[in-house]
């Protein structure tokens, strides 16, 4: 079984200011864990994954996230948020099989603040 | 590379008739593909899990006998609400991947509006 966390349903920042997006999960096995960004009226976009191996990922647009076992958490954070950043940002989990559902959180929204 | 898409974009059907979505996998062979359903201001929901040349597995509480899916190859599956309702009208979006990669690839979702 394999859940996501995701506090708060929407976050307002400045532009030019950081961005820090938490993410919890839980996953009975290894989790591979992602980030995603919709626009309205479309569908995702990954901004990011982890699998394996380093544990800091970079992804586009400038966003990365660190995957924490210990403290079960894979937080997206940019240091510098753009006005073009303003979306809806979902974290989800999956096991590791190529074919494994992703169980999404419920999503927040990323305001930027001119 | 793996791109997914959908057709149709958007949609609006009078209640009691059936829509039927494609999704495409346009430039790999995907042996699954899966179907989300998205209210307003939510995440997504797991409807059902198809792979190529067998029956889908739907998720609990959804009912396989009003939302048809059909993936008879290796680019295209397909969902189909039967009988819509007002109720059903929602964005629906797809996934698909193949042993290949270790994610799922989205298309651009199909907005279904029932009358």
């Known amino acids: 079984a394999q859940s996501v966390t995701q506090l708060g349903s929407h976050v307002s920042v400045s532009e030019g200011a950081l961005v820090l997006l938490r993410c919890n999960y839980s996953s009975s096995v290894p989790p591979y864990l992602f980030w995603y960004v919709q626009y309205p009226n479309q569908g995702l976009q990954l901004l990011l994954k982890?699998?394996?191996?380093?544990?800091l990922v970079k992804g586009i647009n400038g966003f990365e996230a660190e995957f924490k076992k210990s403290e079960t958490s894979f937080h997206l954070t940019k240091p510098s948020a753009h006005m073009s950043d303003a979306a809806e940002y979902f974290c989800a989990v999956s096991g590791s099989g190529a074919n494994s559902k992703l169980t999404f959180g419920k999503g927040i929204t990323l305001s930027v603040r001119p | 590379g793996a791109v997914v898409s959908q057709h149709p974009s958007w949609v609006i059907c009078k209640s009691g008739t059936s829509v039927k979505i494609e999704c495409r996998s346009l430039?790999?062979?995907?042996?699954?593909m899966f179907w989300y359903r998205q209210f307003p201001k939510q995440s997504l929901m797991l409807m059902a899990t198809?792979?190529?040349?067998?029956?889908?597995?739907?998720e609990q509480g959804v009912e396989k006998d009003k939302f048809l899916i059909n993936h008879a190859s290796l680019t295209l599956s397909t969902l189909t609400v039967t009988s819509a309702h007002p109720e059903d009208s929602s964005f629906y979006i797809c996934s698909a991947t193949s042993g290949l990669y270790n994610e799922q690839f989205f298309g651009p979702g199909t907005r279904l509006t029932v009358l």
């Open positions: 198809s792979n190529e040349g067998s029956k889908a597995t739907y």
């Open positions: 430039d790999f062979q995907a042996t699954t």
């Open positions: 982890y699998t394996t191996g380093a544990t």
